[in-house]
């Protein structure tokens, strides 16, 4: 038994429009933690600084790259031992400021990245019809790993028309590919803890969004 069109980009390329109406020019991806000071803010750095590598363009053909936190510190900064792991990657934590997790934030984005599986329920469970479009990060890597990339549109047709593609294909995988594990899913919280856990989760995050960046692209990482 296998799953139709499983590991396939199936796209419309005459869609002008998200679900929710808004215009197709842009892919807004959320990377959603506990606290938004610690995991979710080096995931974001980190896409964005990936981004940047492949694309060479600050606007990255329409993708915007945030975060938020359940618990959200409002305003506060970012961990300084998160932003030591981003300065390790060579990636810019200036000017980030926490956020907590809100409904309009869930409502614009085309893909929410969560670091682990309480948080994915916790944003499927606000509405909005978030569920297709919601993953762990593990778990988001290990499906786009299975997805044959000659099926996604090429760059040349847009950056956004290629990630609503392999959006929609991981979604189609998740009954079909399942962890090895629950643990296998989740990027466990590095808050208070001293700078060689968060450079090892740090370590693991970055292992996560290299592959996730590169299927977006279809660029691989500057060796």
Same mark, same amino acid.
């Given at each position: ?61 329409? $993708? =915007?790259?945030?975060? #938020?936190?359940?618990? !959200?510190?409002?305003? %506060? /900064?970012?961990?300084?031992?998160? *932003? ?81 593609? $392999? =959006?929609?294909?991981? #979604?189609?995988?998740? !009954?079909?590919?399942? %962890? /090895?594990?629950?643990?296998?899913? *989740? ?37």
């Amino acid at each position: 038994m296998t799953a139709p069109d499983a590991g396939r980009g199936i796209w419309d390329p005459e869609e002008t429009r998200t679900f929710t109406g808004l215009p197709r020019d842009t892919f807004r991806i959320l990377h959603v933690s506990t606290g938004n000071v610690c995991r979710s803010p080096i995931t974001e750095r980190l896409t964005r600084h990936a981004l940047a590598d492949r694309l060479g363009d600050p606007l990255w053909g329409g $993708l =915007v790259v945030e975060s #938020a936190g359940t618990w !959200g510190h409002e305003g %506060a /900064p970012m961990e300084a031992n998160a *932003e030591t792991v981003l300065a390790d990657f060579g990636a810019d934590a200036t000017g980030f400021t926490g956020r907590e997790l809100l409904d309009e934030h869930v409502i614009m984005a085309d893909l929410v990245l969560t670091a682990t599986r309480d948080h994915r329920q916790q944003v499927i469970s606000m509405g909005h019809s978030a569920g297709l479009r919601t993953f762990t990060l593990k778990e988001f890597t290990r499906l786009v790993r299975a997805i044959d990339p000659t099926t996604l549109p090429p760059l040349e047709d847009g950056v956004v028309a290629r990630a609503r593609a $392999l =959006v929609r294909a991981a #979604a189609a995988l998740r !009954g079909w590919l399942l %962890a /090895p594990t629950a643990e296998a899913d *989740e990027v466990y919280d590095p808050y208070g803890a001293p700078l060689p856990f968060f450079r090892s989760i740090g370590d693991e995050i970055h292992q996560a969004v290299d592959p996730v960046v590169t299927a977006l692209t279809g660029v691989a990482a500057r060796t």
